[in-house]
């Protein structure tokens, strides 16, 4: 076993210093490390386009400038298509969404419960649900509220500044910014190192493209659903269920709540519960039976209940992002955890030899 000196001990200290400073800078400029993140994953996305077109015989520079400005113009598509419906059919919610609905609707609720369940007392939901309305109408709360979607629309306006510029740049120059960081490691840490980053870029990108194209057929199949069903919104809640299939085990119970819970809003009453429960129950089964085993075998290499306490810790850390997030850092951790174990037990990096072996799948 080495001894420790103060030379080790001073270089311990000067590494914990600068990760420290690093976790700082990382927190204060939040924004831009969220911007860099999304980037990273729309790059991720459409790194395979790219390279398809660039084995076409194009420039590289042109198969990116292609692929962006057709993402763009998707994106206008939606912006002055789609998102005007969504918005008109939020503006009608909310016009239904006053107090005195939701509280008659919450009685109701209460009653049909308190029928399955004799033990439940008489209020219990009402009572509760009245004094969290109190602070959520709120007048004193405007301002507040206000200056908080001004901040929202001034980060919009910042991120699609920034987002395509960085994305055009990681995507063009993302080998050469991977050579560039290799060459800060030491030559006895290279193979593990360029080993560890291949993995985790692999599969993280087969993560964001299973979950993306889960998404839009979820979104897509739950729209035409609830639209059989007889649902005014279902082009929201049919996106807003997409979105939220995102997060396993907890998205899919999102979908039923949402739906349930637009569907009462609507009519006033529990006639669009069922139809709407049985068009998101097709729609889960279509994603368990279909989509998953097909789209989502390689992406997860976890155990389902490990699945589940990472998504719970997620929750307990960070509330929805932590949600979304929780897998691909889980699965940064393991596949480090994996390369740099195997890579101590056959390289032997910090003993100065190496031995020639396979690498881990």
């Not at 602070?135 to 929202?152: Q, R, T, Y």
């Not at 059989?228 to 939220?244: E, W």
């Not at 139809?275 to 085993?293: E, R």
């Not at 097909?294 to 810790?313: G, N």
Request: with cysteine.
């Amino acid at each position: 076993m080495s001894k420790i000196t103060f030379d080790r001990l001073i270089k311990s200290l000067l590494g914990l210093a600068a990760l420290a400073v690093l976790a700082w800078i990382l927190y204060y400029y939040a924004t831009l490390v969220g911007y860099v993140v999304i980037a990273t994953i729309i790059t991720y996305l459409l790194d395979p386009i790219v390279s398809r077109i660039q084995a076409a015989g194009i420039n590289r520079t042109w198969a990116i400038v292609f692929t962006l400005s057709a993402l763009i113009l998707i994106l206008v598509w939606i912006s002055t298509n789609i998102i005007p419906v969504i918005a008109n059919q939020m503006v009608e919610l909310a016009g239904q969404l006053n107090i005195q609905n939701i509280q008659s609707i919450t009685r109701q609720i209460e009653q049909r419960l308190i029928k399955s369940f004799n033990f439940l007392p008489e209020g219990f939901l009402s009572q509760n649900l009245a004094q969290s309305l109190k602070g959520l109408f709120d007048v004193g709360e405007l301002p507040a509220a206000l200056s908080n979607i001004i901040g929202i629309f001034t980060n919009i306006f910042s991120a699609a500044l920034v987002i395509p510029f960085a994305t055009f740049f990681f995507l063009k120059d993302g080998t050469k910014i991977r050579r560039d960081i290799l060459k800060l490691v030491p030559n006895k840490y290279f193979e593990t190192t360029l080993s560890l980053i291949d993995k985790i870029e692999t599969r993280l990108g087969i993560y964001f493209r299973s979950v993306m194209l889960q998404s839009l057929i979820v979104a897509f199949t739950s729209w035409v659903g609830l639209t059989v069903a007889g649902l005014n919104n279902a082009l929201s809640v049919g996106i807003a269920v997409g979105l939220a299939n995102t997060i396993p085990y907890f998205g899919p119970i999102i979908g039923y709540i949402l739906s349930i819970i637009v569907s009462i809003i609507e009519v006033g009453n529990f006639s669009l519960v069922l139809p709407c429960m049985i068009a998101i129950l097709l729609v889960q089964l279509l994603d368990n039976v279909v989509l998953q085993p097909l789209i989502f075998s390689r992406s997860a290499d976890m155990h389902p209940v490990a699945i589940l306490f990472i998504i719970m810790i997620g929750a307990e850390t960070a509330g929805i992002l932590g949600m979304l997030v929780a897998i691909p850092i889980a699965t940064i951790i393991k596949i480090t955890i994996n390369q740099i174990t195997w890579s101590l037990n056959n390289y032997y990096v910090f003993r100065g030899r190496s031995v020639s072996d396979r690498s881990p799948g």
